[in-house]
């Protein structure tokens, strides 16, 4: 059985530039929810997606969005990128929204914006 | 909207010792509550989680915590704790009914040999 995987594991962005992470999600799972980590914080949820539709969203601005595909894997895009956005940018998976408690992590990308 | 306070931001403890770490939540409805251990440069793995029942919750590692409704917090414990017990802990918690996990911002153990 295959984790969460992320990738990429780090980059380096300039201020304005555009991102995009990628997140497969563990095997049979269909609910992918991304976190934002500041340094010495703990994660923030931004939004999770299930069925390839958004299914709640935290406390983001609209540039920072996101995908689902058929196969369950995701991606969290970030426009305009600003300094407070270097983070470690977390993806979880689980069997289904209802079951979002049981969510399994990836090891993150670790963002640095210049 | 639910919030979560871990009252310690660093603890140190030494080898074989054992460790409390204390979580307050606040939530107006039902709520699922949560631990979660990070490693250096890793992410987070459930270290266990309070969904209803017996208060008192047994999770991996050796790790254990209880559910105090009353005075909404989520302690928790080892008796013994080894060098590589050594991370970060977070605490988090769920509305029963949503789907957002709230994390507090975590407790750096660091165990002395």
């Known amino acids: 059985e295959t984790g969460v995987t992320q990738s990429p594991t780090h980059l380096i962005k300039t201020r304005g530039q555009q991102v995009t992470l990628r997140c497969s999600s563990q095997?049979?799972?269909?609910?992918v929810s991304w976190y934002q980590q500041a340094l010495g914080q703990g994660p923030q949820f931004i939004f999770q997606?299930?069925?390839?539709?958004?299914?709640g969203r935290g406390n983001f601005p609209p540039r920072f969005s996101g995908l689902q595909f058929p196969n369950y894997s995701s991606e969290l895009n970030v426009n305009a990128l600003e300094l407070d956005d270097s983070a470690l940018y977390l993806c979880?998976?689980?069997?289904?929204?209802?079951?979002?408690?049981?969510?399994?992590f990836g090891p993150g990308t670790r963002l640095t914006v210049t | 909207a639910q919030s979560v306070t871990q009252l310690d931001s660093q603890v140190p403890v030494f080898e074989e010792a054992p460790v409390e770490l204390r979580c307050n939540y606040s939530?107006?409805?039902?709520?699922?509550l949560f631990w979660y251990v990070q490693y250096p440069n890793q992410g987070l793995q459930l270290l266990l989680k309070?969904?209803?029942?017996?208060?008192l919750v047994k999770g991996i590692n050796g790790f254990e915590a209880e559910f105090n409704k009353s005075q909404t917090s989520f302690h928790l414990r080892k008796p013994s704790v080894h060098i590589s017990d050594t991370a970060e802990y977070f605490c988090a918690v769920r509305q029963a009914a949503g789907n957002k996990l709230t994390f507090g911002g975590g407790t750096r153990v660091l165990v002395k040999p």
């Open positions: 979880a998976s689980s069997l289904g929204p209802e079951t979002s408690y049981e969510q399994y």
């Open positions: 309070y969904l209803s029942g017996s208060t």
């Open positions: 997606y299930y069925r390839e539709e958004e299914n």
């Open positions: 939530s107006s409805v039902s709520v699922y």
């Open positions: 095997s049979g799972h269909n609910t």
